[in-house]
């Protein structure tokens, strides 16, 4: 009789909880489906942006040459969109409510509106897609104007935006009412605080999206009549370059996660991991400077100012990150005893659990292969050497596949079991699939950059200018790099296919995991603090990450001044 | 745990080791090594972007860079009816990007330097120069003003690395820098 009398926004179910017997976390149902949902959704994106990835680079091996030219464009659009929007962004929204509701073990905020923007989402990434397959909106996923793409591709990724947003909402919304039903104690978890890092830059990039495409997509409706080249590009970036800093927080917080659930490691400093998220906020704003470092117009002065206090900063914020995540890891690695020598704990880590390989993978080829790079490609004078040029694929393969993809796919193998209550299938192959794909895109990320010292451009049918009125005949050794670029290219597909196999296999067809027992093929995680203190000062002593800091510290300073002395030789501008 | 709330609540005033302090000293010093080395090259350095750049209407800087070319014209590039230019040494030399071409071809002195302005007719182009290694993004609407002196001589590509439609891999142009 009192249910009748309630309003239906009042009788709302009590969360149901279930309790996973692997890591003893607690996984409330709601939370439990949308992650689910946006992770399959997630990995769709991936299996048919890598088609489309893989069918470009085979295009631009000269020797196979796989598309017609119009194709290959069409193709290259769709690929940028599937997987550095599309795949990206579902899956952080799916670490978004693991990293609310499941680590602060509470119930998700607004289960409904959560799904309203999950079905805006998925009904925008369709949209937009269609958009670009019925080919007239081949306009790269950048859409620079005045090229003009169709009404609906733009809508497509406003409404995309806004889902995403919603997304954002709902995850601040669970941290409120997790702290208000006091789910947890004391301070959220440093990987909540990663996401949160995230959610927040994801506010202003979706504003700066906002801002850029609605006014686009008026204009290809005719409603206005002219959209300034520069400033798009100002606009666009102030969302295309923030949203890196969303997967750059999110990854890194998933190699926290990882690190904890696989080997009970633990932060060496709170404090020192958290101020490192907070540089991501607090000094990324102008990072869209950039991509306008050759462009007409704008000073040295402000392109200086900008690259350097908006990216060095943040750029710092990643190189903490990169030491006290292996830090964290050496650490918990000696307290369990393998602490002969400077490299016992890392020799005799777990290579065989996909997670870690992945998650380990993912922090060397992000710092050694994207970060270096972008640091040089993002100064004012050597991006002259490099802008647009194929070396700027090769960075992002670093620095979004090599380690924010890389990451994801990792932390699949722990979220799959936990979500989806099923074993690994096909465990043999899954240690196997983060080397595959990982030295795969390693190689893409290398032959890329090498072919763009060269000179190659990016987004270019066809470098042998065969249908062209002048013809530039590039080396050789341009050639090679896109050949072999072609071959790395195929061993990372067989890396992503096997990834996306083993998912959904297993979501399918994988052991049912029986509440309480059993646990998948890899290591038990430790349940619980196995670890004790060793937060503070003077406790630890960590030489093994004291010596790969210091290789990458000098293989950074090294890199970058090389690029100087090529730039050197280049004619004199001013 | 990362996954668990910090064991300490005060986090924030937890002491830090000096081994973090050390990395993050050196790291903060190479950026602002890195950021000097930028103000540095705009000092003692040779290459770097001009910042003179104007708002043009893109049929006026059209109607510019013909003028130019029948001024300074020598002769046709092979069979392609493009036009070869040969301005003095000093002068502002105009190059034009429109789908999908780089037109005219210029003939430069070696050592001499020239002021070169760059726009677009219509999409956005990317001026790369091969195998050099200058790339210059070009813009409808804005011209660019760059000083370039060429060091070497030869025949030199320019292609275009910014996407501009179907025809993109066919637009290429060329620069002879010729001894004198
Ligand atoms: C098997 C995996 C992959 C292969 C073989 C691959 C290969 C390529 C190649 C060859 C290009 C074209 C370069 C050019 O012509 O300009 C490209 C572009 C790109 N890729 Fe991938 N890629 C893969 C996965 C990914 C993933 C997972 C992401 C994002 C998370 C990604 C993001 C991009 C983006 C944003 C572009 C630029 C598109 C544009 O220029 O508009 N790729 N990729
Ligand atoms: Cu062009
Ligand atoms: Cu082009």
């Given at each position: ?24 976390l607690?996984?409330e ?16 994106f ?19 040459h ?39 073990n ?26 670009v397959l019925?080919?007239?909106?081949t ?18 990724l ?8 919603i ?5 601040f ?16 978890p ?27 997509f ?5 409603l ?28 890194v ?13 633990k932060?060496?400093s ?46 710092l ?6 030491m ?34 992945g ?20 100064t ?36 799959v079991?936990?979500y ?32 763009g ?18 013809v ?25 296919i ?22 998948a ?17 003077g406790?630890?002593?960590?030489p093994g ?10 293989s ?19 | ?22 990395w ?30 104007y ?5 006026a ?10 001024k ?62 200058i790339?210059?993004q ?39 820098v010729?001894?004198?």
């Amino acid at each position: 009789m009192e249910a009748i009398a309630q309003s239906p926004a009042r009788a709302v179910k009590a969360p149901v909880f279930r309790i996973c017997s692997i890591t003893g976390l607690r996984v409330e149902a709601n939370a439990e489906m949308l992650i689910r949902a946006n992770a399959v959704v997630a990995v769709i994106f991936l299996a048919i942006g890598g088609l489309f990835g893989l069918s470009v680079a085979l295009t631009r091996w000269p020797a196979v040459h796989l598309l017609p030219a119009e194709w290959f464009y069409i193709a290259l659009t769709a690929h940028g969109a599937d997987v550095l929007l599309f795949w990206i962004l579902f899956f952080e929204v799916a670490v978004l409510y693991f990293a609310s509701s499941t680590l602060l073990n509470s119930r998700l905020a607004a289960p409904r509106i959560a799904w309203v923007g999950f079905a805006l989402m998925v009904v925008g990434a369709l949209m937009a897609n269609v958009a670009v397959l019925q080919g007239e909106s081949t306009v790269m996923f950048t859409s620079y104007p005045p090229m003009q793409a169709k009404p609906h591709f733009y809508l497509g990724l406003v409404l995309f935006a806004v889902g995403a947003l919603i997304a954002c909402m709902i995850f601040f919304a669970t941290l409120v009412i997790a702290k208000e039903e006091k789910t947890y104690e004391g301070s959220i978890p440093l990987v909540t605080f990663g996401a949160l890092t995230a959610a927040i830059i994801a506010v202003f990039t979706i504003a700066s999206g906002a801002i850029i495409l609605i006014p686009t997509f008026l204009w290809s409706v005719g409603l206005i009549s002219t959209i300034d080249p520069l400033t798009y590009k100002l606009v666009w970036w102030a969302m295309g370059h923030s949203s890196q800093q969303i997967n750059v927080s999110v990854h890194v917080a998933v190699w926290y996660a990882i690190v904890a659930m696989v080997l009970g490691a633990k932060p060496l400093s709170e404090k020192v991991s958290r101020m490192a998220f907070l540089m991501y906020i607090l000094f990324l704003q102008l990072a869209s400077a950039h991509h306008m470092l050759v462009e007409p117009g704008i000073s040295s002065e402000w392109k200086i100012f900008n690259t350097s206090y908006a990216l060095y900063l943040a750029v710092l914020g990643s190189l903490i990150h990169g030491m006290t995540v292996p830090g964290a890891i050496e650490a918990a690695q000696r307290k369990k005893g393998f602490s002969r020598g400077i490299f016992e704990w890392l020799r005799k880590a777990p290579w065989g659990n996909p997670a870690f390989a992945g998650m380990f993978l993912s922090l060397v080829m992000f710092g050694f292969i994207g970060g270096i790079s972008g640091v040089v490609l993002g100064t004012e004078q050597l991006n002259i050497l490099m802008h647009n040029t194929i070396y700027v694929p090769g960075h992002f393969h670093g620095t979004v596949v090599a380690g924010t993809t890389l990451a994801f796919m990792a932390v699949t193998y722990l979220l799959v079991p936990l979500y989806f209550k099923r074993e690994i299938i096909l465990p043999g192959l899954a240690r196997w699939q983060p080397y595959l794909f990982g030295f795969g895109v390693a190689g893409i990320s290398l032959f890329m950059m090498g072919a763009g010292t060269l000179g190659v451009p990016r987004r270019h049918w066809d470098i042998t200018f065969s249908d062209a009125q002048m013809v530039y005949s590039f080396s050789p050794a341009a050639f090679l790099m896109m050949t072999l670029n072609g071959i790395a290219a195929v061993i990372a597909s067989l890396g992503g296919i096997a990834y996306v196999v083993i998912v959904v296999g297993s979501i399918l067809f994988g052991k049912r995991i029986p509440d309480g027992k059993e646990r998948a093929p890899f290591e038990a995680p430790p349940v619980g603090n196995a670890v004790g203190q060793y937060g503070n000062a003077g406790t630890f002593h960590l030489p093994g990450t004291l010596v790969l800091v210091g290789v990458f510290f000098l293989s950074f300073v090294l890199y970058y001044y090389v690029n100087w002395k090529y730039l050197a030789q280049v004619w004199p501008l001013k | 745990m990362a996954i668990h709330p910090p064991v300490t609540r005060i986090w924030w005033r937890e002491p830090v080791a000096k081994m973090e302090i050390f990395w993050i000293a050196i790291a903060f010093a190479w950026g602002l090594v890195m950021f000097s080395t930028m103000v540095a090259w705009h000092i003692w350095g040779e290459q770097n972007l001009a910042n003179e750049a104007y708002r043009v209407n893109p049929e006026a800087y059209v109607a510019r860079v013909e003028a130019m070319a029948d001024k300074y014209k020598v002769r046709e590039e092979g069979d392609s009816g493009v036009p070869v230019v040969h301005p003095p040494p000093g002068s502002d030399v105009y190059l034009l990007a429109r789908l999908w071409q780089w037109w005219p071809v210029l003939e430069l002195e070696k050592g001499k330097s020239y002021r070169l302005h760059l726009s677009s007719a219509d999409w956005q182009h990317g001026f790369s120069l091969v195998p050099t290694n200058i790339n210059i993004q070009v813009h409808p609407g804005y011209e660019m003003v760059v000083t370039m002196r060429p060091s070497e001589s030869g025949t030199f590509g320019i292609i275009c690395n910014e996407f501009c439609g179907i025809g993109h891999h066919t637009m290429a142009g060329k620069i002879h820098v010729v001894d004198r």
